[in-house]
């Protein structure tokens, strides 16, 4: 196995699925918490780890949602978007497709501008520093209304330029695509790309308003797509992304054990399906690790593991110059290993 680690951790990626808020260590959570004067209900790191056991996605949301509020100044979210870019470097990680919540922040007061100019910065920084390439996907929470969304899109107005998509995240049953239809259209005018959970908790019906009433053009999670087998035939033929988080997935019991994991089925049925991190921080790994952790579990070799890659830069919201120049790197370095 430590073969394939290796081969992992070198294998050119992009990451398609990882929300920033959700890679805040907690380590990082007590330096700004202190930095801040804010206190939080535990006494050290290890003890905000062992809170990280979760049955469902409601139980993983409400305790992250805790965590992003020691997150108050510009420097706060640079800081953050530096230690998941230092992080990723190590796991091969060549482009980053982000998401952020900027609810989670406004609604505690903090100014739309300071998240975007700590996100930015944090992203040239990782640029001159690794290299890697990076783009914002800025995310809706379902469980708050269309209005407020809404208001979200207006306040992104002055930074849409350095916004490629927009995302639809958090609880999931009950909050259907179909409520956020109107904005997702008026995003779609203002030349965004759409995004949306669906499929991870929720039925297969949200996955197909997410592509008939949202017009997404990724899919996030997916999972449960494949209980239909006439939509998943239809999210193959369409060659929709779906951003697979195998460690969430275990972690907020989308699956039962890691050996249940569907991805190496979702290639088998022609999805194309990534491998991403999700909340690194709260699920207990980063890429590489989900990549190993569905390698060791489903028995995938280097040719599933290169196609889960390629498939990464294939659903990027990239140019196919950049996307064709990705793919090449990939060939070049499979045919090396070999
Ligand atoms: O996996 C997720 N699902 C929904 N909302 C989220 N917000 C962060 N992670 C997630
Ligand atoms: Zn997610």
Not at 181 to 186: G, Q, T
Not at 276 to 287: E, H, K, L, Q
């Amino acid at each position: 196995m430590a073969d394939l680690s290796r081969f992992i951790a070198g294998l050119p990626k992009a990451e398609l699925h990882l929300h920033i808020e959700g890679s805040l260590e907690p380590e990082l959570m007590f330096a700004l918490a202190g930095r801040n004067g804010l206190t939080i209900p535990f006494t050290s790191a290890d003890a905000v780890r062992a809170a990280y056991q979760f049955s469902n996605l409601q139980d993983f949301l409400d305790i992250y949602y805790q965590g992003a509020a020691v997150l108050v100044t510009e420097r706060d979210f640079h800081d953050l978007t530096v230690a998941y870019f230092d992080r990723a470097a190590a796991d091969g990680v060549k482009h980053a497709e982000i998401m952020f919540d900027p609810q989670t922040h406004t609604a505690r007061g903090i100014a739309f501008d300071t998240v975007m100019r700590g996100l930015l910065s944090g992203m040239a920084d990782a640029k001159a520093r690794h290299g890697i390439t990076s783009c914002l996907i800025m995310s809706f929470l379902r469980h708050l209304s269309e209005e407020d969304a809404f208001a979200t899109l207006e306040q992104s107005r002055p930074w849409l330029s350095h916004i490629t998509a927009v995302g639809l995240d958090s609880s999931e049953v009950g909050n259907p695509p179909s409520r956020f239809a109107r904005v997702f259209a008026a995003a779609r005018e203002l030349g965004l790309k759409l995004c949306a959970h669906a499929g991870e908790e929720g039925p297969p019906d949200y996955v197909r308003e997410a592509l008939d009433l949202l017009a997404i053009d990724r899919l996030d999670h997916g999972n449960r797509s494949l209980e239909d087998p006439v939509l998943t035939a239809r999210l193959a033929g369409a060659g929709m992304t779906l951003t697979v988080c195998p460690l969430s997935n275990l972690k907020l019991r989308v699956v039962h054990a890691m050996a249940d994991h569907p991805i190496d089925r979702m290639l088998r049925e022609g999805l194309r399906a990534t491998v991403n991190s999700d909340d690194p921080a709260y699920f207990g790994g980063y890429v590489a690790d989900n990549y190993v952790a569905v390698a060791e579990a489903r028995g995938l070799g280097r040719q599933e593991l290169a196609t889960l890659a390629r498939n990464s830069f294939l659903g990027s919201f990239l140019p196919d110059e950049a996307v064709a120049a990705h793919l090449a790197r990939i060939d070049a370095y499979v045919a090396e290993a070999a």
